[in-house]
């Protein structure tokens, strides 16, 4: 669970509910502010490029980046220049800036741009509107001919920008929580306005069996009008170096659970589980730690792709620590029957987009 959020927005205990109606008064009004603010924009900016947004209905992670990458791998698969546009949350740039891989920092852009930026060109815009609006003033990478497809990281909940395909992604094993809205839950507006923003819904089952239907996703299926699609977690490369020595696994992540399941799911022997804050910068003091840690323990040092990019360009004992630490990446997968389903939303939305542009 993220260490930047309330246990008890996911805890079924007695005192868990008390704190639950005890914020419900501020939750009705967030979410009348919320719904107020979605249901009374008007005229968004609908971009020259088709855009995919893919959001989430809570707070918190639900594994935003792993999908958008892999929406954007299945885009360039159709023939497509996929671009990002993500607000850069917790970097210090405002934008509307394309990032620069060679040049710019975590610091700068936030950690998630970074891994987006791998893959794909990335634009990074406080203001969704103006980002986009820079977006269509940029001449595709790859020629005229191409369609370029905008993947929006977040924003669900954004009336700035219109939305060709919203996928909202959904933690299978913790839900919705406890179903009320911040600060009394983790949900961003009321359910039934979220619903109404999405044109698909993907469960995140984490690490379980791809055959293991949960149960928000049977709850989706019977509330939800679109298609609800499950995907999985699991690593990107070998992973058999994870069985050499012991493992101490540290990350900085919403649900570094997740990570450290997938850790000891792929043979490491964990003997330390150190989670830290969502995005958090580490200190010289922090690498210090879990240097000297590892070394009493004669542990390995493992993270995520996220965690080691805060950590690129540092000095001292963040340096050391960038240097000794190992990453298991991560891929968002989906089995043959819904990576078919998948592919047939967005191959629907880039032929709507060639129609629209035929004489």
């Not at 794909?120 to 990478?141: F, N, W, Y």
């Not at 050499?244 to 649900?255: C, F, M, S």
């Not at 910068?281 to 009493?296: C, G, I, W």
């Not at 029957?337 to 060639?354: E, K, Y």
Request: aromatic fraction near 6%; charged fraction near 25%.
């Amino acid at each position: 669970m993220s260490l930047d959020e309330p246990h008890w927005w996911y805890g079924t205990e007695p005192r868990d509910r008390r704190m639950q109606r005890l914020l419900a008064p501020a939750s009705r009004l967030y979410g009348f502010l919320s719904r107020r603010r979605i249901e009374s924009a008007r005229h968004p900016y609908r971009p020259a490029s088709p855009v995919v947004c893919i959001g989430n209905f809570t707070a918190g992670g639900t594994g935003k980046t792993p999908l958008a990458l892999a929406i954007a791998r299945q885009l360039s698969d159709l023939g497509c220049e996929p671009v990002f546009l993500t607000r850069g949350y917790r970097g210090s740039i405002e934008g509307p800036h394309w990032i620069i891989p060679q040049t710019d920092t975590a610091a700068g852009t936030g950690d998630e741009p970074r891994l987006l930026a791998r893959a794909a060109p990335v634009m990074i815009a406080r203001d969704r509107r103006r980002g986009a609006e820079a977006i269509d003033l940029t001449p595709p990478s790859r020629g005229a001919r191409d369609l370029r497809v905008i993947v929006m990281d977040d924003g669900l909940q954004n009336p700035a920008v219109a939305k060709d395909l919203a996928i909202a992604l959904v933690d299978g094993k913790r839900g919705l929580g406890n179903g009320s809205v911040i600060p009394a839950g983790p949900l961003r507006a009321p359910l039934a306005t979220q619903l109404d923003l999405a044109h698909c819904v993907v469960v995140n089952r984490g690490t379980a069996s791809p055959d293991e239907e949960t149960d928000i996703e049977r709850q989706f299926r019977r509330s939800f009008k679109g298609p609800v699609l499950a995907a999985f977690v699991a690593p990107a490369g070998d992973t058999s170096w994870l069985k050499e020595r012991p493992v101490l696994a540290y990350a900085g992540i919403a649900n570094p659970d997740r990570f450290f399941n997938l850790v000891e799911a792929e043979g490491g022997a964990l003997v330390a589980r150190r989670a830290f804050p969502d995005h958090h910068a580490f200190t010289e003091n922090d690498a210090a730690r879990l240097l000297a840690e590892a070394t009493a323990r004669g542990a390995s040092l493992v993270t995520t792709d996220k965690d080691v990019v805060r950590l690129d360009g540092g000095s001292g004992a963040r340096s050391q620590l960038r240097e000794a630490s190992r990453t298991l990446s991560i891929e968002l997968r989906f089995d043959g029957r819904n990576a078919a389903r998948l592919t047939a939303l967005l191959s629907a939305l880039l032929t709507a987009q060639d129609h629209s542009h035929s004489p």
